[in-house]
């Protein structure tokens, strides 16, 4: 059993070798609170850059990982605990050397190539170029997770196991609001040990489901609605990300002709997260599957990889089928270096292009939406005429949408679905 102090010298060594510096200066931000404007004597929730957190262990406010290459020394530098800190906070002293030693240190090594990554540090001139090509060998170094890394991350998707489950209580409720909802969810992974939530919660009922980034309201879910939630609570800031979509009361034929399309296109694409696969691919193959099913319901004509071709799916799956996650949400996804991204409308919001590698955890989140201000554009209907029934189109544009997302392991072997135990099968979904 690995102790933290061993976990952290092993992110270190690994860091080294991916960067392969001789005699350059490394230093990373944690950055600081923000404050709340109006001048409240109050600062937003801190959360330090990522490269900060894996490589110093902790989450401290204004500090600084230092590496010479030179010497191979690794230094983490801290702000003095102040009174008011103490008293204020109830804060003791944070791990490291006290921040003000930094600047000697760096004095020693003066007119080395210094590279500042994470948050900028005040004082410190970086060396742009150097930076940049460091950048993305800290992100490869960083996005195959370790152990600590994965039990944490597991214990975030527990948490978020126990929201869902208050939200789909709270949703058997009569006039219940989707404001209610996130309300019971948010509650729920904080006493099943979530610290906050990782990123703004997510819940869209009705026509709102087809919001991508909807914000509950106080809108009432109305009896045979779907009901979109995209929530994951973090812990030590490792966030879980996870959505699903009831419906509340009796559903139709089209609840369930849409669901069983995004269902079978989830479960497609989950069991191909293996170790080699190219997400951009995955992407479009798991595109071709929505097709078909639009095919199926009639919405789309064509053979459905011509129709992913010219992008007629992304009317209806405008996002990419998902991201890396660990240290906050979509961390460390990128494109590799070389890797452009695309302006073609049906991959220009891919998160990441690059291939799977053991040890990545990810989401997998295929969606269906009828999203109004996109479908009724009078420049996209006369693109897809051809190959769309505009006239079906109004018949679904009240249902919403659908997306389906889990956090996956990929391993040697089989991937992992880290949220296998939050359900998904439509008729768990429904509510009455």
């Given at each position: 059993?690995?102790?933290p102090?061993?976990?952290?010298?092993?992110?270190?060594?690994?860091?080294?070798?991916?960067?392969?510096?001789?005699?350059?200066?490394?230093?990373?931000?944690a950055?600081?609170?923000?404050?709340?404007?109006?001048?409240?004597?109050q600062?937003?929730?801190?959360?330090?850059?990522?490269h900060?957190?894996?490589?110093?262990?902790?989450?401290?406010?204004?500090?600084?990982?230092?590496?010479?290459?030179?010497?191979?020394?690794?230094?983490?530098?801290?702000?003095?605990?102040t009174?008011?800190d103490?008293?204020?906070?109830?804060?003791?002293?944070?791990?490291?050397?006290?921040?003000?030693t930094?600047?000697?240190?760096?004095?020693?090594?003066?007119?080395?190539?210094?590279a500042?990554?994470?948050?900028?540090?005040?004082?410190?001139?970086?060396?742009?170029?150097?930076?940049?090509?460091?950048?993305?060998?800290?992100?490869?170094?960083?996005?195959?997770?370790?152990?600590?890394?994965?039990?944490?991350?597991?214990?975030?998707?527990?948490?978020?196991?126990?929201?869902?489950?208050?939200?789909?209580?709270?949703?058997?409720?009569?006039?219940?609001t989707?404001?209610?909802?996130?309300?019971?969810?948010?509650?729920?992974?904080?006493?099943?040990?979530?610290?906050?939530?990782?990123?703004?919660?997510?819940?869209?009922?009705?026509?709102?489901?087809?919001?991508?980034?909807?914000?509950?309201?106080?809108?009432?879910?109305?009896e045979?609605?779907f009901?979109?939630?995209?929530a994951?609570?973090?812990?030590?800031?490792?966030?879980?990300?996870?959505?699903?979509?009831?419906?509340?009361?009796?559903?139709t034929?089209?609840?369930?002709?849409?669901y069983?399309?995004?269902?079978?296109?989830?479960?497609?694409?989950?069991?191909?997260?293996?170790?080699?696969q190219?997400?951009?691919?995955?992407?479009?193959?798991?595109?071709?599957?929505?097709?078909?099913?639009l095919?199926?319901?009639g919405?789309?004509?064509?053979?459905?990889?011509?129709?992913v071709?010219?992008?007629?799916?992304?009317?209806?799956?405008?996002?990419?089928?998902?991201?890396l996650?660990?240290?906050?949400v979509?961390?460390?996804?990128?494109?590799?270096?070389?890797?452009?991204?695309?302006?073609?409308f049906?991959?220009?919001?891919?998160r990441?292009?690059?291939?799977?590698?053991t040890?990545f955890?990810?989401?997998?989140?295929?969606?269906?939406?009828?999203?109004?201000?996109?479908?009724?554009?009078?420049?996209?209907?006369?693109?897809?005429?051809?190959?769309?029934?505009?006239?079906?189109?109004?018949?679904w544009?009240?249902?919403?949408?659908?997306?389906?997302e889990?956090?996956?392991?990929?391993?040697?072997?089989?991937p992992?679905?880290?949220?296998?135990?939050?359900?998904?099968?439509?008729?768990?979904?429904?509510?009455?």
């Amino acid at each position: 059993m690995m102790t933290p102090d061993d976990v952290i010298a092993a992110r270190r060594t690994r860091a080294a070798q991916a960067m392969s510096l001789t005699d350059e200066i490394l230093l990373v931000g944690a950055g600081s609170p923000v404050p709340v404007p109006g001048g409240m004597d109050q600062v937003h929730a801190f959360a330090p850059h990522p490269h900060y957190q894996w490589l110093a262990g902790h989450r401290e406010p204004g500090g600084v990982v230092a590496f010479d290459a030179a010497s191979n020394e690794w230094r983490d530098f801290v702000p003095a605990t102040t009174e008011d800190d103490r008293v204020w906070q109830g804060r003791a002293d944070a791990p490291g050397e006290p921040l003000a030693t930094l600047e000697p240190w760096l004095r020693a090594r003066t007119g080395r190539p210094t590279a500042v990554l994470g948050v900028p540090l005040d004082r410190v001139p970086s060396d742009v170029t150097l930076a940049e090509s460091l950048e993305p060998r800290l992100l490869a170094a960083r996005r195959a997770k370790d152990e600590h890394e994965l039990g944490t991350i597991q214990r975030a998707c527990d948490a978020t196991r126990a929201g869902f489950e208050a939200a789909r209580r709270v949703l058997a409720r009569a006039s219940v609001t989707e404001r209610a909802i996130e309300i019971e969810l948010t509650a729920a992974c904080m006493r099943a040990g979530g610290h906050a939530m990782g990123y703004h919660t997510i819940v869209g009922s009705g026509p709102n489901a087809a919001v991508l980034h909807f914000s509950a309201g106080e809108r009432a879910v109305g009896e045979g609605e779907f009901v979109l939630i995209d929530a994951g609570c973090h812990i030590e800031g490792y966030t879980a990300d996870v959505s699903r979509t009831f419906v509340k009361g009796t559903p139709t034929q089209q609840h369930r002709d849409l669901y069983a399309i995004v269902l079978e296109a989830e479960v497609f694409a989950l069991g191909r997260c293996r170790a080699g696969q190219e997400w951009r691919e995955l992407h479009l193959q798991t595109a071709v599957k929505l097709a078909e099913g639009l095919v199926h319901l009639g919405i789309l004509r064509g053979e459905p990889a011509g129709l992913v071709e010219r992008d007629a799916h992304a009317n209806f799956f405008p996002h990419g089928l998902g991201h890396l996650v660990g240290l906050g949400v979509r961390d460390a996804s990128a494109y590799l270096p070389g890797r452009e991204r695309s302006d073609r409308f049906g991959l220009a919001f891919l998160r990441m292009d690059l291939p799977l590698e053991t040890g990545f955890v990810t989401t997998v989140e295929p969606g269906l939406y009828f999203i109004g201000p996109l479908l009724h554009q009078p420049d996209r209907r006369e693109r897809f005429a051809d190959c769309t029934d505009w006239d079906e189109v109004e018949r679904w544009l009240h249902i919403g949408g659908v997306r389906i997302e889990d956090d996956v392991l990929v391993t040697d072997a089989d991937p992992v679905n880290l949220t296998a135990d939050i359900h998904k099968s439509f008729e768990s979904m429904i509510v009455s």
